[in-house]
C-alpha cells in the first residue's frame, strides 16, 4: 500500500498510510477507535474504494479503473465482527456459496471442500446447522471457514473477538492461531494483546489515521517509542 | 443477536378462542339463516342446481386475476428494485410513479383505461377481447405499485453486514442479488405478497362496472334474471371465500414448512403484552373473544 488516503465526506479517515505485508505474514493492527484500522482493512478489499494512493495484491495494483473489484475480493478473505454469515444458508451453505456461485465447483466437490474446512475449524457435526442456531463462537469459526473456502492470497480480520462473549473468545483466537501456524497470510485487527504477542510477526500502531509505530509485537507493545502507544498499551493493559 | 420473546400462550387458551369464534359464527349465520326463511324460504334446492353456473365466471376471475397479478410482479419486481438505487432521478421517476397509482382508486384507473381504449382501439380486438385487455392492464398496473412498495420494503430490509458479507467473498451486484439478497427478502414479503393476491381477487369485482362477465357480473345478470337476489350473493360469497381462504391457509403452511430459524415472520402465536397500567395483568390480555371465553370457563 502506498500513500494511501480515504475521506468520508470533509472527514479525513486515512492519511496517508504506507504499509507492506509480505506473503505468510501475520500483521496485528492495533489503535484506539476511529483510526481508521477497519477503513485500512475495507480499503484493501475495496469495499471502500481509496481516494488516493494504490493498494497492489502481488504487484498489481488493484484500485484500478480497468480491475472489477470483486476479481479482487475473490482473492481476499474477510471476517467481520458481526459475523455476518448468510442468514438463509446452513454452516456448509455459507462455506460453499463462493465455490458454487463464483468459481462454478459442483456442489458434491464443494460440499466436500466444505465439510473439510468445517471439521478444520471444529464443526463438522454443526455443517446443517443455520447461523441462528450457533452460538457466536461457532458463528465466527464458520465465518472464518467460510472466508479461507477460496484459497485466498490474504484473509482480513476485523475484530473477530470484539463482539464475542468472553467464553467464547479462545476458541475463536485459537482457530485464527492454527490458520497462521498453517501459513496463512492475515492482517488482523485486534486488541488481543496476548494473541497479538504471541502470534502476529508484526505489530502496526495506528492513530487519528497515520501508522505511528510499525515493528515486532515486543517492541511495539511492550517498549513502544511513540507517547501515544505508551498510553494506548498502558490502557489496553489495564 | 437474541431477542426476548413473550411466552407462547396455553394450547387449551388457542383453541378455546378458536371454537368460541366459529360458534359465534356459526350461531349468528343460522339466526340470519332463520328469520330470512320466515319471510320468503331460501331455495336451497335451486341454489345447489346453478351453483357450477358460477363456476365458469369464476374461472375467469381466477385467470384475469392470476396473470394481471403475474405480469404485476414482475413490473413491480422493477419499480421497487428501482427505487433502492442510488441514482436519484430514477428514484424519484419510480416513487412517483408508484405514488400516483397508490394515490388514486382503482375504479377510476379502470374507467380511464376503458375510456383511452374506447378512443384508440390497438389493432382490430372484439369488443371483448379489448374489455379483457383494459381490465388486465388495469390491474397489472395497480397491482404492479402495490407490489413496488413490498418488494422495495423486502429488498431494503436485508441487513447490511449480509451485503458487505456477500460483497467481501466476491459476488457481483446480481451475484449478490440472486444468492443473497432475493432469497432472504423473500421470506419477508411472502405474507405481504399472499395479501396482495387476496386483496387483487376481490378487486377484481370492479371489472363487472366495464362489463367483462366476471363473477360479480355474472352473479348481477344471473340475480336480475331469476330474482333470486339472495341466493345468487349467497353463493358469489362462498365462491369468493372458497378462492381466497385454502389460499390463504396454502401460504401460510409453506411458509411453515419452508422456514429458516432466525429469518422472516414468527409463526407461533405470542401472548400480548400486558398493559403495565394494569397490575393484575388480567383485564387486557388475550382477543375479545377469548378473554369472553376465559370468562366463561374460569373455574373459582
Known amino acids: 500500500m502506498e500513500g494511501l488516503h480515504k475521506w468520508f465526506g470533509s472527514l479525513h479517515v486515512l492519511k496517508g498510510i504506507d504499509l507492506n505485508v509480505e506473503k505468510g505474514d501475520v500483521l496485528v493492527v492495533v489503535g484506539p477507535s476511529g483510526s481508521g484500522k477497519s477503513t485500512l482493512l475495507r480499503c484493501i478489499n475495496l469495499l471502500v474504494i481509496p481516494d488516493k494512493g494504490s493498494v497492489y495484491i502481488e504487484g498489481v495494483k488493484v484500485n484500478a479503473p480497468k480491475i472489477r473489484p470483486e476479481w479482487v475480493r475473490q482473492q481476499i478473505g474477510m471476517v467481520f465482527q458481526q459475523f455476518n454469515l448468510f442468514a438463509h444458508l446452513t454452516a456448509l451453505g455459507n462455506v460453499t456459496l463462493a465455490l458454487r456461485k463464483i468459481r462454478g465447483v459442483k456442489r458434491g466437490e464443494a460440499e466436500k471442500k466444505g465439510r473439510a474446512l468445517l471439521d478444520r475449524v471444529g464443526l463438522g457435526k454443526k455443517a446443517d446447522a443455520y447461523p441462528a442456531e450457533l452460538s457466536g463462537g461457532q458463528q465466527q469459526r464458520v465465518a472464518i471457514a467460510r472466508a479461507v473456502a477460496m484459497d485466498p492470497k490474504v484473509v482480513l480480520f476485523d475484530e473477530p473477538t470484539s463482539a464475542l462473549d468472553p467464553e467464547y473468545i479462545k476458541e475463536v483466537l485459537d482457530v485464527i492461531t492454527q490458520l497462521a501456524r498453517d501459513g496463512m497470510t492475515m492482517i488482523v485487527v485486534s486488541h488481543e494483546m496476548s494473541f497479538a504477542r504471541n502470534v502476529a510477526k508484526r505489530v502496526v500502531f495506528m492513530d487519528d489515521g497515520l501508522i505511528l509505530e510499525e515493528g515486532a509485537p515486543d517492541e511495539v507493545l511492550v517498549h513502544p517509542k511513540h507517547e501515544r502507544t505508551k498510553s494506548f498499551v498502558a490502557k489496553i493493559l489495564e | ?300
Open chain 2, 1 to 300: 443477536m437474541q431477542t426476548e420473546t413473550p411466552p407462547l400462550r396455553p394450547r387449551v387458551e388457542q383453541v378455546g378462542e378458536k371454537v368460541a369464534a366459529i360458534a359465534i359464527i356459526v350461531l349468528l349465520a343460522v339466526g340470519i339463516l332463520f328469520f330470512l326463511n320466515r319471510s320468503s324460504p331460501l331455495k336451497f334446492d335451486w341454489m345447489a342446481e346453478h351453483f357450477g353456473d358460477l363456476l365458469e365466471p369464476a374461472r375467469l376471475t381466477l385467470l384475469i386475476t392470476g396473470a394481471s397479478y403475474l405480469c404485476g410482479m414482475a413490473m413491480g419486481f422493477t419499480l421497487g428494485w428501482l427505487r433502492t438505487l442510488k441514482v436519484r432521478p430514477v428514484r424519484v421517476v419510480a416513487t412517483g410513479w408508484v405514488e400516483a397509482i397508490r394515490g388514486t382508486p382503482m375504479l377510476v384507473q379502470l374507467l380511464f383505461l376503458f375510456a383511452l381504449f374506447s378512443y384508440y382501439n390497438p389493432g382490430n380486438l372484439s369488443l371483448r377481447d379489448s374489455l379483457l385487455l383494459t381490465g388486465f392492464l388495469a390491474m397489472m398496473i395497480n397491482t404492479g405499485a402495490y407490489q413496488a412498495e413490498i418488494f422495495r420494503a423486502g429488498l431494503q430490509s436485508v441487513a447490511h453486514g449480509q451485503v458487505e458479507a456477500a460483497k467481501a467473498i466476491g459476488l457481483s451486484y446480481w451475484g449478490r442479488m440472486r444468492s443473497v439478497i432475493m432469497p432472504q427478502a423473500f421470506r419477508v414479503i411472502i405474507p405481504p405478497l399472499t395479501n396482495e393476491f387476496i386483496l387483487m381477487l376481490k378487486a377484481s369485482s370492479l371489472l363487472a362496472v366495464i362489463g367483462i362477465i366476471e363473477l360479480t357480473y355474472e352473479a348481477k345478470v344471473f340475480s336480475f334474471t331469476t330474482g333470486n337476489f339472495v341466493e345468487v350473493y349467497a353463493m358469489v360469497t362462498i365462491i369468493y371465500l372458497l378462492m381466497t381462504v385454502p389460499l390463504a391457509k396454502i401460504i401460510a403452511w409453506l411458509e411453515r414448512r419452508y422456514r429458516i430459524p432466525g429469518l422472516g415472520m414468527q409463526q407461533e402465536v405470542r401472548a400480548r403484552p400486558r398493559r403495565p397500567s394494569d397490575p393484575t395483568g388480567q383485564t387486557f390480555v388475550g382477543t375479545p373473544v377469548s378473554r369472553f371465553w376465559n370468562r366463561l370457563t374460569r373455574r373459582e
